[in-house]
């Protein structure tokens, strides 16, 4: 036995060892983490498999526990192999495993496995129909992919006409993400047949889905109306749609902007029997023909078909063509000739006179735009004057190739060239492009979109008397660097139907401008010495080349220590430049931010030098808003507000309570129990912190209006603090129905009492019949006894069409209650009191004239303060039987802790219902 006991020693020490295995699964799939040993395993082993600090599977004692979702081959493990495998891979369960083999109580092997979850992506394209020459979006899907990115490409009959984006994606609910991937292009003929594809590319696999498009050619629609005999008959009209695709398309009438209907095919007669009309149209070719055209109608149990004729010979009468004889004829043709000469010579001699007189013209220069900048419209123009320039035609170039519009109005078009030279090459291939093309008043181009020009013409504008025309010529264009670069404008002028070429103007060269991108300046540490910090700015996209840099600290120039902008730096594929300048400085003076450094960046193209201005490696807070957390004994209220991206990590947070009234004359009282998490450094100069606030929620409840709480955040690199607003939203108690009180004159008055609530409640009254009008109502706000605020809302109303009872033998007095106490406390019985005590005085308003009735009641509409306006709703119906509908009340309560809004309603009983007089 002592034998035995040293020979297991010696084996788990020539055993012990330690090893790391990354295994790659896709979902759902089996997975074996591998862990084995290749010498003689002893019995009493104790061997584990752990998680996360959590133990998934053991075996001690020859007695093993393997937790759900695993499998252990125990019978393996004397044999050396303690392997274990995941049945069921997924998101959940990947990340390190780690195998850990024990004899009496001693390390003697550990292995890591790393299982990560590879799952490539399924790509699909969402088919649809296209438009022809209309901008058009297709959408290929790559759904299923673990981990992201993915590369997302477009190719067309193999070539790549879109470079791969990278797509991240939004993750589903089984942890893969799914991205979709956009191609905006305008689709041409030539793309009807060609083969695109979307290759997708992944950690896992590569996939690329081919397709064709489906482009719909829109028609060109001709509706024609066959000329009546009189118009008293029905009009027929008939529309042909030519060169359209595919065949499957319906027409609709419209009239006025209204569909008409469809006439149906077969119309039934008064004796059971049906009629219908068939209309088919004979081509210019088969009515040459001539011949009998029959009408053949088969129907259920005819041996025969019933057939209706009509001869094409007999249709048109054809008068006998007059008979001449040879010599008539050739009087008659010598006679034709011999006018046409005389007529032809006269008039050439005296046109060829006048046309010397008035083909003289003077041009002048062509004018160019003071500034020519990439992006914005310019202008070159010339001025024609004579007394015939409403016949002058003109043609630009640009160089030696002739110009066309390319101006958009209301039509889109693809795959053009702004010049029509073939070899140039500034349009996109295919008909493809990833943006809309320009218009005269849309927005205008940018950088590498399609070249635009418009050709403009004013006039003929007249002098005085029978003098000389002007003609204004000029065309409008976009510059680009690549196209107009050293370039320049010519234009030759003609006239109509001549080719010859009258005068011709060349512009002189023009200097493009295209002010620069400037960055924000960069800090990093010099490779050699950590002490040392480098300032760094770009400049880019700039044209021509000649940039300056001059940097500033506190008032004084520095001198930079690199700049490429001296050293005439090239142009891009596009021909603009890029520069960069560098400045360096003690790090010890950026480190806490207390040192300014600025620079500022001069350039032709720029009315006012570019400045971008630093305080060292000094960070601005980003800080989001309150959240309110759950707190378990619900007696405490515990508010959270996160605080990111800052440096230096000097930070102070406050927490004030917010009292009382508005914006202006609001009171902040401190607030005690705030605490604050961190910070912690995140990045390299880069800190977060998490502030906390704990507080008695009873304190809360009783919220006031405009009040809340505050989360106050100061940093250094702020110039004042930041503050997030967070408020105590209480629902408010809302009675169970709407209280109503009717007066003698049928004026029905209807309240509602809600009691506290935070922040106010939102009602709006409605009344009517099957549909309902908003009502004018009145909203007094008191405290009660209970200390909780109450908010009483009144409306009244009456019917435009009472009915007699209701009515009286007097009008109501105006459109007002005059009476406070109607708002105040609407179930009160003193409203009949009150009318009946005004009754008298509108006794004698009535024996008055109808103006001074309007006036007085006007009157009192002013002086009344606590007025009540009075609604009016109208239920009569324009029926035969001048029916009245019920009368409805609803009112619609709105607050921010109720999901949705709340309703009361009222609904006028049968026993009131009356007919109108």
Same mark, same amino acid.
């Given at each position: 036995?002592?034998?035995?006991?040293?020979?297991?020693?010696?084996?788990?020490?020539?055993?012990?060892?330690?090893?790391?295995?990354?295994?790659?699964?896709?979902?759902?799939?089996?997975?074996?983490?591998?862990?084995?040993?290749?010498?003689?395993?002893?019995?009493?082993?104790?061997?584990?498999?752990?998680?996360?600090?959590?133990?998934?599977?053991?075996?001690?004692?020859?007695?093993?526990?393997?937790t +759900?979702?695993?499998?252990?081959?125990?019978?393996?493990?004397?044999?050396?192999?303690?392997?274990?495998t995941?049945?069921?891979?997924?998101?959940?369960?990947?990340?390190?495993?780690?195998?850990?083999?024990?004899?009496?109580?001693?390390?003697?092997?550990?292995?890591?496995?790393?299982?990560?979850?590879?799952?490539?992506?399924?790509?699909?394209?969402?088919?649809?129909?296209?438009?022809?020459?209309?901008?058009?979006?297709?959408e290929?899907?790559?759904?299923?992919?673990?981990?992201?990115?993915?590369?997302?490409?477009?190719?067309?009959?193999?070539?790549?006409?879109?470079?791969?984006?990278?797509?991240?994606?939004?993750?589903?609910?089984?942890?893969?993400?799914?991205?979709?991937?956009?191609?905006?292009?305008?689709?041409?003929?030539?793309?009807?047949?060609?083969?695109?594809?979307?290759?997708?590319?992944?950690?896992?696999?590569?996939? +690329?889905?081919?397709?064709?498009?489906?482009?719909?050619?829109?028609?060109?629609?001709?509706?024609?109306?066959v000329?009546?005999?009189?118009?008293?008959?029905?009009?027929?009209?008939?529309?042909?749609?030519?060169?359209?695709?595919?065949?499957?398309?319906?027409?609709?009438?419209?009239?006025?902007?209204?569909?008409?209907?469809?006439?149906?095919?077969? +119309?039934?007669?008064?004796?059971?029997?049906?009629?219908?009309?068939?209309?088919?149209?004979?081509?210019?070719?088969?009515?040459?023909?001539?011949?009998?055209?029959?009408?053949?109608?088969?129907?259920?149990?005819?041996?025969?078909?019933?057939?209706?004729?009509?001869?094409?010979?007999?249709?048109?009468?054809?008068?006998?063509?007059?008979v001449?004889?040879?010599?008539?004829?050739?009087?008659?043709?010598?006679?034709?000739?011999?006018?046409?000469l005389?007529?032809?010579?006269c008039?050439?001699?005296?046109?060829?006179?006048?046309?010397?007189?008035?083909?003289?013209?003077?041009?002048?220069?062509?004018?160019?735009?003071?500034?020519?900048?990439?992006?914005?419209?310019?202008?070159?123009?010339?001025?024609?004057?004579?007394?015939?320039?409403?016949?002058?035609?003109?043609?630009?170039f640009?160089?030696?190739?002739?110009?066309?519009?390319?101006?958009?109005?209301?039509?889109?078009?693809?795959?053009?060239?702004?010049l029509?030279?073939?070899?140039?090459?500034?349009?996109?291939?295919?008909?493809?492009?990833?943006?809309?093309?320009?218009?005269?008043?849309?927005?205008?181009?940018?950088?590498?979109?399609?070249?635009?020009?418009?050709?403009?013409?004013?006039?003929?504008?007249?002098?005085?008397?029978?003098?000389?025309q002007?003609?204004?010529?000029?065309?409008?264009?976009?510059?680009?660097?690549?196209?107009?670069?050293?370039?320049?404008?010519?234009?030759?002028?003609?006239?109509?139907?001549?080719?010859?070429?009258?005068?011709?103007?060349?512009?002189?060269?023009?200097?493009?401008?295209?002010?620069?991108?400037?960055?924000?300046?960069?800090?990093? +540490?010099?490779?050699?010495?950590?002490?040392?910090?480098n300032?760094?700015?770009?400049?880019?996209?700039?044209?021509?080349?000649?940039?300056?840099?001059?940097?500033?600290?506190?008032?004084?120039?520095?001198?930079?220590?690199?700049?490429?902008?001296?050293?005439?730096?090239?142009?891009?594929?596009?021909?603009?430049?890029?520069?960069?300048?560098?400045?360096?400085?003690?790090?010890?003076?950026?480190?806490?931010?207390?040192?300014?450094?600025?620079?500022?960046?001069?350039?032709?193209?720029?009315?006012?030098?570019?400045t971008?201005?630093?305080?060292?490696?000094?960070?601005?807070?980003?800080?989001?808003?309150?959240?309110?957390?759950?707190?378990?004994?619900?007696?405490?209220?515990?508010?959270?507000?996160?605080?990111?991206?800052?440096?230096?990590?000097?930070?102070?947070?406050?927490?004030l309570?917010?009292?009382?009234?508005?914006?202006?004359?609001?009171?902040?009282?401190?607030?005690?129990?705030?605490?604050?998490w961190?910070?912690?450094?995140?990045?390299?100069?880069?800190?977060?912190?998490?502030?906390?606030?704990?507080?008695?929620?009873?304190?809360?409840?009783?919220?006031?209006?405009?009040?809340?709480?505050?989360?106050?955040?100061?940093?250094?690199?702020?110039?004042?603090?930041?503050?997030?607003?967070?408020?105590?939203?209480?629902?408010?108690?809302?009675?169970?129905?709407?209280?109503?009180?009717?007066?003698?004159?049928?004026?029905?008055?209807?309240?509602?009492?809600?009691?506290?609530?935070?922040?106010?409640?939102?009602?709006?009254?409605?009344?009517?019949?099957?549909?309902?009008?908003?009502l004018?109502?009145s909203?007094?706000?008191?405290?009660?006894?209970?200390?909780?605020?109450?908010?009483?809302?009144v409306?009244?109303?009456?019917?435009?069409?009472?009915?007699?009872?209701?009515?009286?033998?007097?009008?109501?007095?105006?459109?007002?209650?005059?009476?406070?106490?109607?708002?105040?406390?609407?179930?009160?019985?003193?409203?009949?009191?009150?009318?009946?005590k005004?009754?008298?005085?509108?006794?004698?308003?009535?024996?008055?004239?109808?103006?001074?009735?309007?006036?007085?009641?006007?009157?009192?509409?002013?002086?009344?303060?606590?007025?009540?306006?009075?609604?009016?709703?109208?239920?009569?119906?324009?029926?035969?039987?001048?029916?009245?509908?019920?009368?409805?009340?609803?009112?619609?309560?709105?607050?921010?802790?109720?999901?949705?809004?709340?309703?009361?309603?009222?609904?006028?009983?049968?026993?009131?219902?009356?007919?109108?007089?």
């Amino acid at each position: 036995m002592p034998t035995k006991v040293l020979v297991h020693a010696v084996l788990l020490t020539l055993i012990k060892s330690v090893s790391a295995v990354e295994i790659q699964a896709r979902p759902n799939a089996t997975a074996a983490l591998p862990c084995n040993l290749t010498s003689p395993v002893p019995d009493d082993l104790d061997v584990s498999w752990s998680s996360n600090g959590s133990v998934i599977a053991s075996f001690a004692k020859a007695a093993a526990n393997v937790t +759900e979702g695993f499998s252990w081959n125990t019978s393996a493990i004397f044999n050396g192999d303690f392997s274990l495998t995941v049945l069921e891979t997924d998101i959940s369960r990947q990340g390190v495993y780690e195998c850990v083999v024990r004899y009496n109580a001693t390390l003697q092997h550990t292995c890591e496995v790393t299982l990560s979850i590879i799952a490539p992506p399924t790509v699909s394209i969402l088919p649809k129909w296209l438009v022809l020459e209309t901008r058009s979006q297709l959408e290929c899907q790559a759904e299923g992919f673990y981990p992201p990115p993915v590369f997302l490409s477009w190719t067309r009959d193999g070539q790549e006409i879109h470079s791969a984006d990278q797509l991240d994606g939004e993750q589903g609910a089984d942890g893969l993400y799914k991205a979709v991937g956009n191609l905006t292009f305008y689709p041409s003929r030539t793309d009807q047949n060609a083969t695109f594809g979307c290759k997708v590319s992944h950690k896992g696999d590569n996939q +690329e889905q081919q397709f064709q498009l489906n482009i719909t050619y829109p028609p060109s629609v001709t509706l024609t109306v066959v000329p009546p005999s009189s118009d008293k008959i029905p009009l027929t009209l008939y529309c042909d749609l030519e060169s359209f695709y595919p065949a499957s398309a319906s027409v609709s009438w419209l009239q006025n902007g209204s569909a008409l209907p469809e006439l149906p095919n077969t +119309e039934q007669n008064p004796d059971g029997t049906f009629k219908t009309r068939r209309y088919y149209t004979l081509t210019p070719e088969q009515r040459a023909l001539g011949g009998k055209v029959e009408c053949a109608v088969n129907q259920p149990g005819a041996v025969e078909p019933v057939r209706g004729s009509v001869d094409l010979d007999s249709l048109d009468s054809k008068d006998e063509p007059p008979v001449l004889t040879k010599s008539a004829k050739a009087s008659v043709a010598m006679m034709c000739i011999s006018l046409v000469l005389v007529f032809l010579l006269c008039f050439g001699f005296s046109w060829r006179r006048r046309d010397e007189k008035q083909k003289s013209l003077n041009v002048s220069g062509i004018i160019l735009p003071p500034r020519i900048t990439v992006g914005q419209k310019g202008r070159v123009s010339l001025s024609i004057e004579g007394r015939r320039v409403d016949r002058v035609q003109t043609l630009w170039f640009l160089n030696d190739t002739p110009i066309s519009d390319t101006s958009i109005s209301g039509t889109s078009h693809a795959n053009f060239n702004c010049l029509y030279n073939r070899l140039t090459t500034i349009h996109l291939p295919f008909g493809l492009t990833l943006t809309s093309t320009a218009s005269e008043k849309g927005p205008l181009l940018s950088r590498g979109e399609m070249c635009y020009y418009k050709l403009h013409t004013h006039g003929p504008l007249h002098s005085s008397g029978t003098g000389p025309q002007q003609l204004i010529a000029s065309l409008t264009f976009i510059p680009q660097i690549s196209i107009h670069k050293g370039a320049v404008f010519k234009c030759q002028v003609s006239y109509m139907g001549k080719d010859k070429v009258v005068v011709e103007r060349v512009s002189e060269k023009f200097t493009i401008l295209s002010p620069p991108e400037v960055s924000e300046i960069q800090l990093a +540490e010099t490779t050699n010495d950590p002490d040392v910090i480098n300032l760094t700015v770009r400049a880019s996209n700039f044209h021509p080349d000649v940039i300056t840099f001059r940097w500033f600290c506190q008032g004084g120039e520095l001198s930079p220590v690199a700049s490429q902008a001296s050293s005439s730096p090239r142009p891009n594929s596009e021909g603009f430049f890029s520069a960069f300048s560098q400045c360096k400085l003690p790090r010890s003076e950026l480190e806490r931010g207390g040192t300014k450094v600025w620079v500022s960046v001069h350039h032709i193209a720029l009315k006012q030098p570019v400045t971008r201005e630093t305080r060292g490696f000094i960070k601005r807070p980003c800080v989001s808003e309150i959240v309110d957390l759950m707190c378990p004994s619900g007696k405490s209220l515990t508010l959270g507000c996160e605080i990111t991206d800052f440096y230096p990590p000097g930070i102070s947070v406050t927490w004030l309570k917010l009292r009382g009234g508005e914006q202006d004359d609001r009171e902040e009282e401190p607030i005690e129990g705030g605490d604050m998490w961190g910070p912690i450094e995140t990045h390299s100069r880069l800190f977060r912190s998490t502030a906390f606030l704990t507080t008695k929620k009873t304190n809360l409840d009783k919220g006031e209006r405009g009040g809340g709480i505050i989360c106050r955040v100061d940093h250094c690199s702020l110039h004042e603090p930041i503050e997030r607003h967070w408020r105590n939203v209480v629902s408010p108690s809302i009675p169970p129905s709407i209280t109503v009180c009717w007066s003698s004159e049928g004026v029905g008055v209807f309240s509602l009492l809600l009691k506290g609530g935070h922040p106010k409640v939102k009602l709006l009254w409605t009344a009517g019949g099957q549909t309902l009008t908003p009502l004018i109502s009145s909203e007094t706000e008191e405290i009660g006894d209970d200390g909780q605020r109450e908010l009483k809302s009144v409306c009244a109303l009456e019917r435009a069409t009472r009915p007699p009872s209701h009515m009286g033998n007097r009008r109501t007095n105006g459109h007002a209650i005059k009476t406070k106490a109607a708002v105040t406390d609407p179930d009160t019985r003193g409203i009949a009191y009150i009318d009946e005590k005004e009754e008298e005085e509108e006794d004698d308003t009535d024996r008055d004239t109808n103006s001074e009735s309007d006036k007085d009641s006007d009157d009192d509409r002013e002086k009344g303060s606590g007025a009540l306006h009075i609604n009016k709703v109208d239920l009569t119906r324009a029926s035969r039987e001048a029916e009245q509908a019920r009368l409805r009340v609803c009112v619609e309560i709105s607050h921010p802790a109720l999901k949705l809004p709340v309703y009361r309603s009222w609904e006028e009983p049968n026993e009131e219902m009356l007919p109108s007089p």
